[in-house]
């Protein structure tokens, strides 16, 4: 397999165009809420105390009207709202698949999209969120890595999706009724649009909000963050997020690695392997998620099986490995393997000791399975050979 996709875009990254106006209160650490009510006229002795009422308002109940914030001084809520706004993305569009799953097309400032989907389980409620405007990275089998990044997201166009979700759920709990501990939003994947880790600060505020015990309070166990492997960045997030971790993987060889994810070739399956031996969250209960898209004659064989093995086990890595059927999108330039091949992969991996789910397509009819996701405007644009060509797969 010849590997041409560039490690990252060559593109200039279009600025943010900051809304003019109001200043948005979402997506500020308690910190930067606190500096910024002081700045706006709050007396410094009771910034703490007012900065924990709003926080509560806006994070644990979802409120975005100060008049509704009764516990403040009628003059006071009149002041933050000639200064401050409490705003979200702006839902586009929603899809809902036949087997529940939601898609979200959301609209943020300078008119950009990113799409977020939101999975139903028995047992859980899981919120794929974005990171990005399209995405840093070219990996030749996922849509998102056929759109060219604009910009990363702020902190709060991150945590304002998993708010927007609550909105459409209508999962924000009534100040002063019993509280509820059923949670129909229990559980972020950062597995949407974009790289997190090459937009590390705004991911980590986000989480640290959505982690808050006085707001959302999302167990740091309960939210995910996906990379390609930016080596550099691996031990920070344990750090500073503390969140469990999902790699993507997808093959063994270097070669082969190198054309579905190109970032290998800046740090190779060696180096990648090595961060996950060193971080500091894995443990054989915050197992590390090694993710593996099957691909057709790709990356599907038994020996990719048995060095899928021998590269965790020889690091001594506590893994599990979640198979992903590759999730075919027009123009596409790959096959999904056939549940037969898939299954003897998920066979010999299983055989060796370690967990290795097939991992159930969701939303496929409405293009929110893995890999899929691209803005609606995006997806219109390209034809099978512009997305060939940028995979490295035409000449």
């Known amino acids: 397999m010849t590997a041409k996709a560039p490690i990252t875009q060559d593109v200039m990254t279009i600025p943010r165009k900051l809304p003019e106006g109001k200043?948005?209160?979402?997506?500020?650490?308690?910190?930067?809420?606190?500096?910024?009510?002081?700045?706006?006229?709050?007396?410094?002795?009771?910034?703490?105390?007012?900065?924990?009422?709003?926080?509560?308002?806006?994070?644990?109940?979802?409120v975005r009207d100060f008049d509704v914030m009764t516990n403040l001084a009628k003059a006071y809520r009149a002041q933050l709202a000639e200064s401050f706004v409490i705003e979200t993305p702006e839902v586009v569009t929603r899809q809902v698949s036949e087997d529940g799953t939601r898609k979200y097309l959301c609209r943020i400032a300078g008119g950009h999209e990113v799409e977020v989907v939101y999975i139903p389980e028995e047992d859980r409620g899981?919120?794929?969120?974005?990171?990005?405007?399209?995405?840093?990275?070219t990996c030749s089998f996922c849509h998102t890595g056929t759109q060219k990044l604009v910009r990363n997201l702020t902190a709060a166009e991150i945590v304002g999706q998993v708010m927007m979700a609550r909105d459409d759920l209508d999962e924000w709990p009534t100040p002063g009724a019993p509280k509820d501990e059923t949670r129909l939003l229990s559980n972020i994947v950062l597995m949407g649009m974009g790289e997190p880790l090459y937009n590390f600060d705004n991911v980590r505020d986000a989480m640290k909000i959505a982690m808050d015990p006085e707001g959302i309070s999302l167990s740091r166990r309960r939210i995910t963050l996906s990379t390609s492997g930016v080596v550099p960045e691996i031990a920070r997030t344990a750090e500073e997020i503390g969140c469990l971790l999902a790699i993507s993987f997808h093959a063994t060889t270097d070669e082969t690695r190198d054309a579905l994810v190109p970032i290998n070739k800046r740090w190779n399956i060696e180096e990648l392997l090595q961060a996950l031996a060193g971080y500091p969250k894995v443990s054989n209960s915050e197992r590390i998620t090694f993710e593996y898209v099957m691909l057709d004659g790709v990356n599907d064989s038994d020996a990719d099986a048995h060095r899928l093995i021998d590269h965790i086990k020889r690091h001594n890595i506590p893994a599990k490995i979640n198979l992903i059927?590759?999730?075919?999108?027009?123009?596409?330039?790959?096959?999904?393997?056939?549940?037969?091949?898939?299954?003897?992969?998920?066979?010999?991996?299983?055989?060796?000791?370690?967990?290795?789910?097939i991992r159930k397509t969701r939303g496929e009819d409405i293009m929110a399975a893995c890999g899929q996701l691209k803005s609606a405007t995006e997806r219109a644009r390209k034809s099978r050979k512009q997305i060939e060509a940028e995979a490295g797969l035409r000449p």
């Open 23 to 62: 200043l948005n209160l979402v997506g500020l650490t308690r910190d930067q809420l606190r500096e910024t009510l002081i700045e706006h006229g709050t007396p410094e002795k009771q910034a703490k105390m007012r900065t924990g009422q709003i926080w509560q308002w806006i994070y644990q109940w979802g």
């Open 126 to 137: 899981t919120l794929c969120i974005s990171s990005q405007v399209g995405c840093t990275l």
């Open 325 to 357: 059927p590759f999730n075919e999108w027009p123009g596409a330039p790959y096959k999904r393997s056939s549940n037969n091949r898939i299954r003897a992969f998920a066979n010999i991996i299983y055989q060796a000791g370690y967990a290795s789910p």
